[in-house]
């Protein structure tokens, strides 16, 4: 009898063991893939220089990379980062967030694209304007937790929970010091154009 009830103990605990296996639920591993679309135009050009717009869009791919199937939504972060010419000094263009669940049916990712972003800038006697710098990818699961990051920059992670902080239009030196916020862009690039075409202005 002592035997008997020994295997099934035995027995009991080693189905429980498989059963709290199989509802293990393994980190989420994915694979993600940042690209830009970038085109240029001249619009015009004064007595200062000329005048370009360089518009911007970026591109999140983002796929599972394990084969264990996960349900749940997975967000991705995106903050597009500019840069000054006369400054050196940094511009969070804008940051957007899509989320989306991983699909068999669509090979297991999702894309989310941003907006259009048009960017301002001279040449000539008066350089003002910006440039597209660099983003940074945040990808965070149903819980917020921080799945991945991504960045067309080297960053660590004081440097990643910096940005994550910042709103659209934040400007900030590249010592991390946040010079102004809400007007960013304005200030950067929007000048940038009657900079270069109007005859009488001395930016």
Not at 175 to 191: R, T
Request: a positive charge.
């Amino acid at each position: 009898m002592k035997s008997l009830m020994t295997s099934v103990l035995a027995i009991s605990i080693v189905g429980s063991t498989l059963m709290a296996s199989a509802q293990t639920k393994f980190p989420l591993r994915v694979d993600v893939d940042v690209s830009t679309k970038r085109s240029r135009r001249t619009i015009g050009a004064g007595r200062d220089g000329e005048a370009k717009v360089e518009n911007v869009q970026v591109i999140v791919k983002i796929r599972k990379a394990s084969g264990q199937p996960w349900d749940d939504p997975v967000t991705a972060e995106l903050y597009v980062i500019g840069k000054e010419i006369h400054t050196g000094h940094y511009v969070v263009i804008d940051t957007k967030k899509g989320s989306g669940t991983f699909d068999k049916a669509k090979d297991n990712a999702y894309e989310y694209r941003s907006p259009l972003y048009p960017i301002g800038k001279t040449s000539g006697n008066i350089n003002v304007g910006g440039t597209y710098e660099t983003y940074l990818v945040v990808i965070t699961d149903h819980e917020g937790k921080i799945v991945t990051t991504r960045s067309g920059r080297s960053l660590n992670d004081k440097q990643i929970e910096f940005i994550r902080t910042l709103g659209p239009l934040t400007k900030f030196d590249r010592d991390g010091n946040v010079l102004s916020v809400g007007d960013g862009q304005q200030e950067a690039f929007k000048k940038a154009i009657p900079s270069a075409t109007d005859p009488g202005n001395d930016y």
